[in-house]
């Protein structure tokens, strides 16, 4: 199951785990999931999206398909990004990138400590009021 902190109907968090490639970050052939509104730019901003899994499972790496217009478009790139797993009763950073690659036209990987958990979350702060979007986001172990 997907889910976000915030969505519309028109660009649903369901977007992300179609398995469709997008050809650009403006890719507009194919879904996108676009946050409903801009985080403000903050780390703590509380905009994200999360998987949650029926059981456990090994994660241990990440790619990210960001979505991003051109000047005054929809969305852009986030500010940054991060990924968080929950440990049974708290949300928990997880370790080991040294960096969040914030790329366009291109997945953006990370690989970090492997984790067993039921729930996986990418967080992002935006660029100020500008809505981020995904146009595809992968989990692997």
């Not at 999360?50 to 790619?63: D, K, L, N, P, V």
């Not at 992002?124 to 986001?137: D, F």
Request: proline share 8%; net charge negative; hydrophobic share 40%.
């Amino acid at each position: 199951m997907v889910q976000a902190s915030a969505s519309s109907h028109f660009a649903p968090p369901s977007a992300v785990l179609d398995g469709l490639i997008p050809s650009s970050s403006s890719d507009r052939s194919i879904p996108r999931f676009v946050w409903a509104q801009g985080g403000g730019g903050r780390r703590e901003s509380g905009t994200w999206i999360e998987y949650r899994y029926s059981e456990a499972r090994a994660i241990g790496s990440a790619e990210v398909y960001w979505a991003a217009d051109a000047e005054g478009g929809e969305c852009a790139l986030p500010s940054s990004w991060w990924l968080e797993w929950w440990d049974g009763a708290a949300w928990k950073p997880v370790a080991g990138p040294p960096a969040y690659p914030i790329a366009k036209d291109q997945f953006n990987t990370v690989r970090f400590s492997p984790v067993h958990t039921t729930a996986i979350r990418l967080q992002v702060a935006t660029q100020g009021r500008q809505p981020a979007g995904i146009l595809e986001w992968r989990i692997g172990e």
